[in-house]
C-alpha cells in the first residue's frame, strides 16, 4: 500500500477561495506556491503539524518518477485535473493505482516510483511535504 485515504475535515470555503486567488495569479506549467500563514496555519493545525504546506499545479502528464523533495507527502485535490490515474511501481512492476477524489486527503509515499497519467485540465492540489 502506497496510498491510503485519510479521513479528515475538508478545508473551509473561505480558505479554498484564497488557494484559487493563488492558481489564478499563477502562470501555466507544473508549480509548487508556498502557502499564505492562514491555509498554513489551518492545516498545521487541523491536518498535519510540522509540514510544508504548498498548492500543485499540474498540467501534463507526470511521467514515471520519485520526488525529489520529499519522501511523503499529503495531498488533497481541488480539481482532479480529469479522470487522471495515480500508479506506483515497484522496479517495472505496476503494485498499486489509484484515481484521488476530490476534497479528499490521501498520504502517499513519493519517493516510490510514480506517474500521474489522463490529465486533461489542471489538477490542483494542497499538498504537504511531511517528510522533506
Ligand atoms: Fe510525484
Known amino acids: 500500500m502506497f496510498i491510503k485515504e485519510l ?3 475538508t478545508i473551509p470555503v473561505e480558505l479554498e477561495y484564497q488557494i484559487w486567488e493563488l ?13 499564505n500563514s492562514n ?26 518518477h520519485r520526488d525529489a523533495a520529499s ?7 481541488l480539481d482532479t485535473g480529469g479522470d487522471a490515474v495515480t500508479n506506483f511501481y515497484d522496479n517495472d512492476k505496476l503494485i498499486d493505482t489509484v484515481i484521488c477524489k476530490p476534497r479528499t486527503w490521501y498520504i502517499m ?11 486533461t485540465g489542471t489538477r490542483v492540489s494542497l499538498a504537504g511535504k511531511v517528510f522533506p
Open 71 to 77: 519522501q511523503v507527502k499529503i495531498n488533497y485535490l
Open 109 to 119: 509515499k513519493t519517493d516510490q516510483l510514480h506517474e500521474v497519467l489522463n490529465i
Open 23 to 35: 492558481v489564478n495569479a499563477t502562470p501555466v506549467g507544473y508549480q509548487w506556491i508556498t502557502v
Open 7 to 9: 479521513r479528515l475535515p
Open 39 to 64: 491555509l498554513k496555519d489551518w492545516c498545521n493545525q487541523n491536518i498535519c503539524p510540522s509540514t510544508h504546506w504548498g498548492v500543485q499545479l499540474i498540467k501534463l502528464d507526470l511521467p514515471l
